[in-house]
């Protein structure tokens, strides 16, 4: 996120990451950022009004897992923390209540949830012990959806974005990104490749039962997820 401040113009980034924060603004001022980036999914273009041109990331379905996982075990403002922290990650998948935070993911934030954020706004509730609930029954709803619709529909919609990339080839993306984005003076050419998935080296410690229950609720992640490494390091037209 910092690497994407950096090279947009002062003030163009939008600094809401979830949908909890981006409706406490009022419409008239979003119209003053040109950039968004966060967990908003297909639903902020009808949100902001506008067709905005899209980039998207992704990880190979066993890393985000496992990082979703130990994410919601020591975020203790995370909806679901009092259930996960006490659980291994075995027990975490085979509960079917985690399920809508680990079957297809990534797939299903490319389809639309159909919750009318903007009533949401006007009626929010901000209390403390809501916090981020909002984000979360955006990506639980989804959950609700056949596995062929969200398939077809996330391949459609990834078919679509401007640049794709995955979590392998970090630095390679970034160079993809920087070429769409308007050149700022003073900025190295350079761009960051750190490892941004630091918990991959774990998974060699897992068990078969536990990546066979991962690869089960993942199908249509996977097949994703191929689908941006083919596009991974194409140029950008």
Same mark, same amino acid.
């Given at each position: 996120m910092r690497w994407l401040a950096e090279r947009v113009e002062p003030g163009a980034l939008c600094p809401a990451r979830i949908w909890d924060q981006l409706i406490q603004f009022e419409i008239e001022d979003l119209a003053g950022f040109s950039v968004y980036a966060g967990h908003f999914g297909v639903d902020l273009g009808d949100y902001i009004g506008a067709a905005p041109t899209?980039?998207?990331?992704?990880?190979?379905?066993?890393?985000?897992?496992?990082? &979703?996982?130990?994410?919601?075990?020591?975020?203790?403002?995370?909806?679901? &923390?009092?259930?996960?922290? #006490?659980?291994?990650?075995?027990?975490?998948?085979?509960?079917?209540?985690?399920?809508?935070?680990?079957?297809?993911?990534?797939?299903?934030?490319?389809?639309?949830? #159909?919750?009318?954020? &903007? #009533?949401?706004?006007?009626?929010?509730?901000?209390?403390?012990?809501?916090?981020?609930?909002?984000?979360?029954?955006?990506?639980?709803?989804?959950?609700?959806?056949?596995?062929?619709?969200?398939?077809?529909?996330?391949?459609?919609?990834?078919?679509?974005?401007?640049?794709?990339?995955t979590t392998a080839h970090v630095g390679r993306f970034l160079e993809r990104v920087a070429a769409i984005l308007p050149e700022r003076p003073g900025l190295a050419p350079s761009v960051p490749a750190e490892n941004i998935a630091p918990n991959r080296d774990a998974l060699g410690s897992l068990g078969a039962t536990v990546l066979d229950l991962i690869d089960q609720l993942t199908t249509i992640d996977q097949a994703l997820h191929e689908t941006a490494r083919d596009r991974d390091g194409m140029p950008v037209t």
């Open positions: 899209t980039i998207t990331m992704l990880r190979d379905p066993r890393e985000r897992t496992l990082s &979703h996982y130990l994410h919601v075990k020591r975020d203790i403002h995370h909806p679901c &923390h009092a259930r996960v922290v #006490g659980q291994s990650l075995e027990q975490f998948l085979q509960d079917k209540q985690n399920w809508p935070m680990i079957e297809n993911f990534q797939a299903r934030y490319m389809v639309r949830s #159909g919750l009318d954020m &903007h #009533g949401f706004r006007k009626r929010y509730d901000g209390a403390p012990e809501k916090s981020s609930k909002l984000s979360t029954t955006s990506e639980d709803i989804r959950y609700l959806y056949d596995k062929t619709y969200v398939r077809d529909t996330a391949m459609e919609t990834i078919a679509q974005c401007r640049v794709v990339g």
